[in-house]
DNA sequence: GCGGGCTTGTTACC
DNA sequence: ACCGGTAACAAGCCCGC
């Protein structure tokens, strides 16, 4: 039978001790089908050098005589091939020995301790990954499947197994062209979710309800029955009966896609809990099978069949860096990239709530869904394009951190140039390679704190990526031995001059193009691709799209320095390193010696005064910088700024790095830095500074911010700051009881843990400066919960946020701020200085 | 018990 | 634990006086 396919989800499964995946997708009917298939297992030993024709064949012997034996199954070795392959981009003799099941290679590998092998590799893939690494049936996009009926005997628990209607085995398939399906959009049927729930630990707490949002599907589930006027709302019995109608819905419905915001962690694992202590089933799989909670930092949560998707986390490492929005709360979320909120609804347990709350209830429950399926809706694409680049399962690709996606990228492509994978490090060596201590980073250029006119600003563009484009730098194509001199060599790409340990060397590596190198180029490519349709048609999709690309693209040299990298490579690493210092401080010095004054820098960009050119001289001046770089490497203009505002360190007499203002010709303003950006100062502190930070660049002087900054002052001493504006809210990195230093928000956290509510790693603590302390000089014994009454610090808000958050900026006025409200309310201020 | 230097901890920039 | 180095800064900690 032929049909087209557009594969999902992936699941294997053993039968008669092999592996065999299960591929749920759907046809060009949309009809969901699942496909069976198998491929060939196989790991690789690599052979040390000048090993005979002769050997081989004794080594094949033996080899092919290793079992493994574990309890339902015995694992034998199929066959043994020899290779020429590549590893590490040099050329190896290697063995393909075949077994009978991918989970017991690591088993197997163990086994080889022939001195005639160097290395065995390839057995830490992951079954599903080496299955689509071999197969090259790839996550998401259309395939022309030739299929065949299974029969009587073949796999017969599974047909009784599976709610798939349609079950096949795969006999061969090909990418779809484009124009063989009207339509190759992929149109996912999707459900959102969401549970309300009487305690935040399900051995306390029934679940109450459960929304589901899709397209045309509309539904609050729950047998706790007050007046509505709601149609969505489906009352049932009990609790029992609620999981089991959430069941129905869900089979009948068929999503894809199954989402919830903080799912793997929360709802799912709930809804798992509470039916285990019903002592009911809860076959949600289209195997039959329950959710599979994989317990961890954090969880996930996986569905046989359905992908089940936790938006939190896609946010988190796509998204989160250049987000606006302070915490990833759902509510956060939605109002940054759908403008809308949740519904205000505050937390009561069910037996409190009273009978005309209930339908606010419901509703706000059904909002959650509506919104965590607009989000869905949003994101979807980004995280197909993700799946699609990486190769790796929808599933994967949108929980997968960055150092995963980078390296999923690498061994699905690895084929194409002949590479055996290297395998992942053990602890020892994880440790180890941490234990080296860290490698000197980029540089950062010294500001003179002043406010300036006429800027403009350089960067370049994905830098590292670049950088390791154009000179081939990774762990492949490093020369051994890497501590070589520093001799310039024609032969080979040189890295930059670099110290260690007192002695200047240079890394060499090799001029023919490495693996690792050439394969970034495709992720560099996106990357480019996703920023120009952005800035063909800005909106907030078009821009996180770009920017997960950037983080995507930026993340290459993280991942070759993290110690949990397949290629890991300290050197290349340096080299990286060296070479964006040099970079940066040469194009300083062209900006410079053309004549423009440099005002600030920081790895990847430059910032300097025009010094009364045009623009398009300014330009011309880039297109020079750019003309004299190597490969991809690429400067751009970040853009032309009216005013730019550096101060200086608090308490410093020298500019402050990495804190700038500065505002375009159109009156867009970039802040950088200052606590005007940073969550953990109050709101007044924060809006302030933005105030004066804007009035001063618009107007170029600082004579409204003073009237400002006074008038706000005044309010405040005058008790008239209302005080949310004043709640500092502190994230909780780690476990209460592991901090040395106990801060406010330390002492905040406690507090709340007393009062029985949920706090841990990620906690947002909010809280306020109170005058509670007595006789104590400790800010924590100030520290007041936000609903906690008290009256707000007088003192503490002017002296630690109002002052500090204004200092400086009026320094480089030349004006003591301080002083300035001393004289005007000498009184008052003795009693804070 | 006071003050200064150091450490711990959080958040930001790139 | 899950990309890394550079930096600013607050508040607590610690030690000498």
Redesign the pocket.
């Known amino acids: 039978m032929t049909k087209k396919f557009i594969p999902i989800d992936y699941d294997y499964f053993d039968y008669d001790g092999k592996n065999h995946v299960k591929i749920f997708g759907r046809d060009e009917t949309n009809e969901q089908i699942c496909i069976i298939d198998t491929c060939p297992i196989f790991m690789w030993a690599i052979l040390k050098e000048n090993v005979t024709k002769k050997q081989i064949i004794e080594l094949i012997k033996e080899v092919k005589e290793v079992y493994v034996q574990t309890k339902d199954r015995t694992t034998t070795i199929e066959k043994v091939e020899t290779h020429e392959k590549n590893y590490s981009g040099k050329k190896v003799v290697a063995l393909k020995i075949f077994a009978t099941n991918y989970k017991d290679l690591s088993s197997v590998a163990s086994k080889l301790d022939n001195e005639l092998i160097d290395k065995r590799r390839g057995y830490d893939l992951g079954f599903t990954t080496h299955y689509i690494i071999e197969k090259k049936l790839n996550p998401l996009v259309w395939y022309d499947i030739e299929t065949t009926e299974l029969e009587e005997d073949d796999y017969d628990f599974i047909k009784n197994e599976l709610k798939t209607e349609k079950v096949l085995k795969l006999n061969s398939h090909r990418p779809s062209t484009v124009d063989s399906i009207p339509s190759t959009d992929f149109t996912s049927r999707s459900l959102a979710y969401d549970i309300e729930t009487d305690s935040l630990k399900p051995e306390l707490g029934a679940i109450l309800m459960i929304s589901l949002y899709g397209k045309d599907f509309k539904k609050v589930i729950t047998w706790k029955k007050g007046p509505t006027t709601q149609d969505y709302v489906e009352f049932v019995e009990d609790e029992k009966a609620l999981l089991k109608t959430f069941l129905k819905h869900v089979e009948e419905y068929k999503p894809d896609f199954l989402v919830g915001y903080n799912s793997d962690a929360f709802d799912m694992p709930y809804i798992k809990t509470r039916a285990k202590m019903l002592k009911i089933k809860f076959p949600i799989g289209l195997d039959k099978s329950e959710p599979k909670i994989r317990k961890?930092?954090p969880p996930t949560t996986k569905i046989t069949g359905i992908t089940h998707l936790d938006l939190y986390k896609f946010v988190k490492t796509a998204y989160a860096?250049y987000m606006q929005s302070?915490t990833l709360s759902l509510n956060d979320v939605a109002s940054e990239f759908l403008g809308e909120k949740k519904i205000p609804f505050v937390f009561k347990h069910s037996k409190d709530i009273k009978e005309n709350e209930w339908d606010l209830y419901y509703r706000y429950n059904l909002k959650d869904s509506d919104l965590a399926f607009q989000l869905f809706e949003k994101f979807l694409p980004d995280m197909i394009e993700f799946s699609k680049v990486v190769k790796e399962p929808i599933f994967e690709a949108s929980r997968n951190?960055?150092?995963?996606q980078i390296e999923g990228y690498i061994l699905h492509n690895l084929e194409k140039f002949n590479e055996i994978p290297e395998r992942k490090p053990n602890q020892k060596e994880?440790g180890a390679r941490m234990q080296q201590g860290?490698?000197?980073?980029?540089f950062?250029f010294k500001p003179t704190a002043g406010l300036y006119e006429d800027l403009g600003m350089f960067?370049f563009t994905s830098?590292h990526t670049s950088i390791i484009i154009s000179h081939n730098i990774s762990k492949g194509t490093l020369i051994e031995p890497s501590t070589v001199n520093s001799q310039p060599s024609t032969d080979y790409n040189d890295s930059p001059e670099i110290k260690i340990d007192g002695k200047n060397i240079k890394y060499h590596f090799t001029k023919e193009p490495g693996f690792f190198p050439l394969l970034l180029q495709e992720i560099f490519d996106k990357r480019k691709q996703f920023k120009k349709e952005y800035n063909e048609n800005p909106n907030p999709m078009t821009k996180a799209r770009s920017n997960a690309f950037k983080?995507l693209s930026?993340?290459a040299?993280?991942?070759i320095?993290?110690?949990?990298a397949r290629y890991y490579s300290k050197e290349a690493a340096e080299s990286i390193?060296a070479f964006v210092r040099q970079y940066n401080q040469e194009t300083i010095q062209k900006i410079k010696d053309a004549g423009q004054k440099i005002i600030y820098g920081?790895?990847?960009?430059v910032v300097f005064t025009l010094e009364g050119k045009s623009e398009s001289t300014i330009k011309e001046l880039l297109k020079k910088i750019n003309s004299e770089l190597p490969g991809v490497m690429n400067l751009e203009l970040e853009g032309f700024f009216k005013r730019g505002l550096w101060?200086n360190?608090?308490g410093?007499e020298t500019g402050?790095?990495?804190?700038y203002a500065m505002i375009t010709e159109n009156g867009i303003v970039k802040?950088?830095?200052f606590e005007t950006?940073?969550?953990?100062w109050c709101e007044l502190a924060r809006k302030t500074q933005d105030h004066i930070l804007r009035l001063i660049l618009k107007q170029g002087n600082e004579k409204e911010s003073l009237k400002y900054v006074k008038e706000i002052i005044k309010q405040l001493k005058e008790r008239k700051i209302s005080k949310d504006k004043l709640i500092i809210?502190?994230?909780?990195?780690?476990p209460i009881t592991?901090?040395?230093?106990?801060?406010?928000?330390v002492t905040a956290a406690i507090k709340m843990q007393k009062q029985g509510m949920a706090v841990g790693i990620g906690s947002?603590i909010e809280y306020y400066i109170g005058n509670t302390g007595g006789s104590s000089k400790?800010?924590?014994?100030k520290a007041l919960l936000k609903n906690e009454d008290g009256e707000y610090d007088i003192t503490y808000y002017l002296k630690?946020q109002m002052l500090?958050s204004v200092d400086?900026i009026f320094q480089v006025f030349g004006i003591d701020i301080k002083e300035v409200i001393d004289g005007q309310k000498q009184e008052n201020l003795k009693k804070w200085f």
């Open positions: 961890g930092i860096q302070e951190g960055l150092s995963k994880t860290q490698t000197q980073g980029a950062v960067d830098m983080v930026a993340s040299h993280g991942y320095a993290f110690s949990g390193l920081d790895t990847d960009s101060v360190t608090r410093g402050a790095k990495k804190k802040i950088r830095g950006v940073r969550r953990d809210r502190t994230q909780l990195k780690k592991e901090y040395k230093a106990i801060s406010p928000h947002l400790l800010v924590r014994d630690k500090p400086q």
